[in-house]
């Protein structure tokens, strides 16, 4: 059974980063795609990013060009790197591993950006 387990977030002032961990145990494959997902109060989830096996990302555009996602050279380890935060991206931040099928969430971390 594939295990997921989020670290890093926390408080944070606007205009402050963060930076996110995630890592999927419990198989001997490498996952396919890792993606991040957050989901605020009274709001639907929804991707943040995303990144492939071969290194493809994907990008929500209200987090592109602050947000950075990256592997880590453990297998089925995957960063992200949070800058320039606002208080809008306050949410719990939820990690995604896909093999195959329809994947394994992890229990989320909380980013809560105030002054």
């Known amino acids: 059974q594939v295990h997921v387990v989020e670290s890093g977030g926390g408080l944070v002032q606007p205009g402050g980063s963060l930076r996110l961990s995630c890592t999927a145990s419990?198989?001997?494959?490498?996952?396919?795609?890792m993606a991040w997902y957050r989901q605020a109060p009274g709001k639907e989830r929804e991707l943040v990013a995303s990144?492939?096996?071969?290194?493809?990302?994907n990008y929500a555009d209200s987090v592109k060009g602050r947000f950075t996602i990256s592997r880590g050279n453990a297998k089925n380890t995957v960063y992200l790197q949070m800058n320039s935060l606002k208080p809008e991206d306050t949410a719990r931040y939820y990690c995604?591993?896909?093999?195959?099928?329809?994947?394994?969430w992890g229990q989320g971390t909380q980013v809560t950006v105030s002054s």
């Open positions: 419990g198989s001997i494959f490498s996952a396919s795609i």
């Open positions: 990144i492939t096996s071969g290194g493809t990302t």
């Open positions: 995604k591993a896909r093999f195959t099928g329809p994947g394994y």
